[in-house]
C-alpha cells in the first residue's frame, strides 16, 4: 500500500511510519516541522519506499501521486504547543483535515482523522464512552484544540456522508513513548525529565485528577487495525488503566530509585479531572486492546529521556 501521512515527524507519526514500512509499505511524510523533528525520522532517510515533504497541510498538500491511505495525524497536541499556537492549531483541524480529505477523495483513498479524548472536554461521565457528547468550553484557553478537533471530525463525517470518502476517526488517549519532546510539557515527558535532572516533580492542581496512559507501540497498532475497518464513527484508543497524577509520581519515584519531592502548581484553566477511555468498542470492533504493561513501557521511554538528557539534539531539531 502507498501511503500519505501528515504529521510524520511527530511523536506517533514517526512510530506509524516504521511500523507501516517494517510490513513492506511506501510513505510520502509531510511536516511543517513546527513541533515535528527531522531526528524523529533520521533512521528513514535511506529507506527506498520513505519520501519525506516539508509542507503545511493547511495550505496546501504537496503529493500529487495516487495513495491507498491518507492519515492526518498533524496537530499541536500539548498544551504547551497549542496555547503558543492556537490560529495554527485550528487550521490544522479545519482547513488542514480539508486538505487532506480533498487528496483521499481525488483517489478514492482511506482517511484515518486522529482525533482525542479532548473531544470530551472535563467529562461529567465516567469512564469516556465514544456516544458521550462531552462538557467543553468552547471559548476557554484550551478550545483551540478541542474543538479543532471536533470540527475535524465533523468534516471527516461530512465527506463520508457527502463524497462517500472511506474514513476513520481515532480519538486518542494519553499515549506515551519514546520519542516524545522532553519540553512537550506534558505530564510523562515533564515528569521523566525532572526526574533525570533529579529535580522536585511539579504537579498541578491537588494530584488527584486522573489520567489513563497508553503506550505509542499499542496505539500505533490500534490505529492501523482502525483505518482497515469498517467502522466510521469514532473509536477511542487508549489504556483504561486509570492513575491519579500522585500515583503517577509514585510510579515515576519506584521507576528512578530515588525520593523525588513534589511541587505543586495551580490547575490550568480547563484542565480535564477525569480521564479514561471506555474501549468497549475497540476490542468488539477491532479485537484490540493495550498490550504493554505502565511499567514496561516507562523504562523504555526512560532509556531514551536518558539519552536526550545526557546527549540533547541540536536546538534546531529538539522538539
Keep these: 500500500m502507498r501511503h500519505l501521512i501528515s504529521g510524520a515527524a511527530g511523536f506517533i507519526?514517526?512510530?506509524?511510519?516504521?511500523?507501516?514500512?517494517?510490513?513492506?509499505?511506501?510513505?510520502?511524510?509531510?511536516?511543517?516541522?513546527?513541533?515535528?523533528?527531522?531526528?524523529?525520522?533520521?533512521?528513514?532517510?535511506?529507506?527506498?519506499?520513505?519520501?519525506?515533504?516539508?509542507?503545511?497541510?493547511?495550505?496546501?498538500?504537496?503529493?500529487?501521486?495516487?495513495?491507498?491511505?491518507?492519515?492526518?495525524?498533524?496537530?499541536?497536541?500539548?498544551?504547551?504547543?497549542?496555547?503558543?499556537?492556537?490560529?495554527?492549531?485550528?487550521?490544522?483541524?479545519?482547513?488542514?483535515?480539508?486538505?487532506?480529505?480533498?487528496?483521499?477523495?481525488?483517489?478514492?483513498?482511506?482517511?484515518?482523522?486522529t482525533s482525542t479524548s479532548e473531544c470530551y472536554g472535563d467529562p461529567l461521565e465516567h469512564p469516556q464512552v465514544e456516544t458521550y457528547w462531552g462538557h467543553v468550553n468552547p471559548v476557554g484557553m484550551r478550545s483551540c484544540y478541542d474543538e479543532s478537533k471536533r470540527y475535524g471530525e465533523a468534516l471527516t463525517m461530512a465527506y463520508f456522508r457527502a463524497r462517500g470518502v472511506r474514513t476513520n476517526i481515532a480519538r486518542i488517549f494519553n499515549t506515551y513513548g519514546p520519542r516524545m519532546a522532553l519540553d512537550d510539557g506534558r505530564v510523562v515527558p515533564a515528569f521523566l525529565d525532572q526526574a533525570l535532572r533529579g529535580q522536585p516533580l511539579t504537579v498541578f492542581g491537588d494530584g488527584t485528577q486522573t489520567r489513563s496512559f497508553c503506550y505509542v507501540s499499542d496505539l500505533v497498532d490500534g490505529l492501523i487495525r482502525l483505518s482497515e475497518s469498517d467502522e466510521r464513527y469514532p473509536v477511542n484508543l487508549g489504556n483504561p488503566a486509570e492513575?491519579?497524577?500522585?500515583?503517577?509520581?509514585?510510579?515515576?519515584?519506584?521507576?528512578?530509585?530515588?525520593?523525588?519531592?513534589?511541587?505543586?502548581?495551580?490547575?490550568?484553566?480547563?484542565?480535564?479531572?477525569?480521564?479514561?477511555?471506555?474501549?468497549?468498542?475497540?476490542?468488539?470492533?477491532?479485537?484490540?486492546?493495550?498490550?504493554?504493561?505502565?511499567?514496561?513501557?516507562?523504562?523504555?521511554?526512560?532509556?531514551?529521556?536518558?539519552?536526550?538528557?545526557?546527549?540533547?539534539?541540536?536546538?534546531?531539531?529538539?522538539?
Excluded at 511506501?26 to 520513505?50: C, M, Q, W, Y
Excluded at 516539508?54 to 500529487?64: K, Y
Excluded at 516507562?298 to 541540536?314: K, N
Design 13 to 113: 507519526g514517526s512510530h506509524l511510519c516504521d511500523r507501516l514500512l517494517a510490513r513492506g509499505d511506501s510513505i510520502v511524510a509531510l511536516d511543517n516541522l513546527i513541533t515535528g523533528s527531522r531526528h524523529n525520522l533520521a533512521h528513514l532517510e535511506k529507506h527506498p519506499h520513505f519520501q519525506f515533504v516539508e509542507c503545511d497541510v493547511t495550505r496546501a498538500v504537496a503529493a500529487e501521486s495516487a495513495f491507498d491511505q491518507v492519515w492526518h495525524l498533524a496537530s499541536l497536541a500539548s498544551p504547551k504547543e497549542y496555547l503558543a499556537h492556537p490560529i495554527e492549531t485550528l487550521e490544522s483541524g479545519s482547513s488542514g483535515t480539508r486538505n487532506m480529505l480533498e487528496v483521499s477523495l481525488r483517489d478514492r483513498a482511506r482517511f484515518l482523522f
Design 243 to 319: 492513575l491519579t497524577i500522585l500515583q503517577f509520581a509514585e510510579a515515576i519515584r519506584r521507576l528512578m530509585g530515588s525520593k523525588l519531592e513534589l511541587v505543586f502548581e495551580p490547575l490550568p484553566d480547563d484542565d480535564p479531572r477525569k480521564r479514561r477511555p471506555d474501549i468497549s468498542k475497540a476490542r468488539q470492533v477491532l479485537g484490540w486492546e493495550p498490550k504493554v504493561t505502565l511499567e514496561d513501557g516507562l523504562r523504555e521511554t526512560v532509556e531514551y529521556f536518558r539519552q536526550q538528557v545526557l546527549t540533547p539534539l541540536p536546538a534546531q531539531t529538539a522538539r
